[in-house]
C-alpha cells in the first residue's frame, strides 16, 4: 500500500538536520574533533560517534523520504534499533564516567554537580520516550515523522553552550544562575522550546493536527524546570548518590 507522506515535514527536517549536524560538528570541533588522539578516555569518542551517528541518521533518513526512496529508508530504519540504545547506554556511562570520580562516596552532592546530572539524565530520558513514540507510531508516517524530529530538541544544550562559551559570550550575562554560576544550558532550552512551539503551530494551521509537538513541548518544558528546581530536592540528590555509587563507567 502506498502511503502518503506528508513531504514538507522530511522536506524541511531534512535541512533542520542538516544545520544541527554542521552546528554540532562547530561546537565540538575545537574540544573533539581537532583533538581526536587526545581525548582521556574512550568514553568521550563513544559518545562523540554514538551522538554524531544519530544526527547522520535522521539527514538520510528524511532525505530518503523526500526522495520517495521508501524501501531504502525503511532498511535502514532498522539500525535505529541498535543505535538508539547505544546512544542511552553510551551516554548514560559517559555522563557516570565524568560525575562519579571525584564524588562517588559523598552523601550530599554540590549544587551544580546536582544540576548536571539533572540536565544529562533526564535528557537521556526524553530522547528515549521520543524515540520510543516514534517507534510505536512507525505505521503511521506522519505521527512517525513529528517524533523522530522531537529527538533532537533534547540534545541542544551540548551544541548550544559550546557555541556560546566559544562564539556569543555576550549572550552569558543574561543567562540565569545556580549559586552564581551561569547555566548555558537555558539558551539552548529556549531555543529548543521556541522551535516545537512554532511546529506546534504550523501544524495546527497547515493540517489540523495538534498531538504530537504540543505534547513534546511539555514534556520538554517538565525536563527544563526539572533541571533548574532538582538541585534543591532531597530525593534527587539521593538518587544521584546513588548512580554515582554504581560500577556503571
Known amino acids: 500500500m502506498n502511503v502518503r507522506v506528508d513531504s514538507a515535514v522530511y522536506r524541511h527536517s531534512a535541512r533542520f538536520f542538516v544545520v544541527f549536524l554542521v552546528s554540532t560538528v562547530w561546537a565540538f570541533w575545537p574540544s573533539y ?41 525503511r532498511r535502514l530504519g532498522k539500525s535505529s534499533y541498535v543505535l538508539a540504545p547505544a546512544v542511552v547506554i553510551i551516554t548514560t556511562a559517559f555522563v557516570h564516567y565524568r560525575v562519579a570520580g571525584p564524588l562517588r562516596g559523598a552523601e550530599q552532592l554540590p549544587a551544580m554537580a546536582l544540576h548536571f546530572l539533572a540536565l544529562t539524565l533526564i535528557a ?105 528546581t532538582l538541585h534543591r530536592v532531597p530525593l534527587w540528590n539521593s538518587f544521584c548518590v546513588w548512580f554515582l555509587s554504581t560500577p556503571l563507567s
Open 33 to 73: 574533533f581537532t583533538r581526536l588522539f587526545a581525548q582521556p578516555s574512550f568514553w568521550f569518542h563513544a559518545h562523540g560517534v554514538s551522538l554524531t551517528l544519530w544526527v547522520a541518521l535522521l539527514v538520510v533518513q528524511a532525505q530518503l523520504i523526500r526522495t520517495q526512496r521508501r524501501p531504502w529508508h
Open 124 to 228: 537521556i530520558v526524553v530522547f528515549a520516550v521520543f524515540f520510543g513514540l516514534a517507534i510505536y507510531f512507525r505505521r503511521e508516517p506522519q505521527v512517525h515523522a513529528r517524533w523522530m524530529l522531537c529527538t533532537v530538541f533534547p540534545l541542544f544544550t551540548p551544541v548550544t553552550d559550546r557555541l556560546i562559551g566559544g562564539h556569543f559570550q555576550y549572550v552569558i550575562a543574561y543567562l540565569p544562575r545556580i549559586e552564581g554560576n551561569p547555566i548555558l544550558p537555558a539558551a539552548g532550552f529556549a531555543l529548543a522550546d521556541a522551535l516545537v512551539l512554532m511546529l506546534a503551530l504550523w501544524d495546527w494551521r497547515a493540517h489540523r493536527r495538534i498531538a504530537v509537538f504540543p505534547v513534546a513541548l511539555v514534556v520538554l518544558l517538565a525536563y527544563h524546570v526539572g533541571v533548574f
